[in-house]
């Protein structure tokens, strides 16, 4: 199996082993991406992580940096955010979740926070395959923090597919 691919197999809760798998299940969405994105670093060959410098920002320092952004005006999901070298989505992901947060608080619908993430976010990522697993995290936030229902699955995918996340 390639890194991608085992990546997958552990967001969809079809981990190797039930340890694995009970390890990744008992953990906070953004702790659950990061550590996939480390598991991924880690299975590609080491002079290829050394090239591409594949190592993740860790979940409360995106935060952070979210919170100071915001706090000095960035408007997630009306500002246009793009994120040069996007990895697995340290950023994009916590920004996805605050448009789909702020509009589930609203009473906004599915489609609107959508189209939102779809129109306002964009990601640039020199590893195809890091660009995919960035897609796939997306996908993963969208349903789990889905605050609109499963039989959104199909536009949550659609987004995640459509959304900006560019190998370059």
Known sequence: MSPLEISRTVIEGRALDLKTCAFFAG????????????????LIPAARRR????????????????????????????????DPASGVAAFFVPLAARIAG????????????????????????????????SKTLLADLLRKENPF???KAKNINQASRHTQIAAS
């Not at 860790?58 to 246009?80: C, E, F, M, N, S």
């Not at 599915?110 to 306002?120: F, G, K, M, P």
């Open 149 to 151: 229902s499963r039989s």
């Open 51 to 82: 090239k591409l410098a594949a190592y993740f920002t860790p979940p409360h320092l995106a935060q952070y940096a979210i919170d100071v952004l915001t706090a000095a005006g960035l408007q997630p999901g009306k500002d246009r955010i793009l």
């Open 102 to 133: 702020r509009a589930q608080q609203r009473g906004g619908r599915a489609e609107s926070a959508l189209r939102a993430i779809e129109s306002t976010l964009a990601g640039v990522e020199i590893e195809p395959d890091l660009a995919r697993l």
């Open 27 to 42: 953990l906070p969405a953004d702790e659950k991406h990061y550590w996939i994105s480390s598991l991924y670093a880690l």
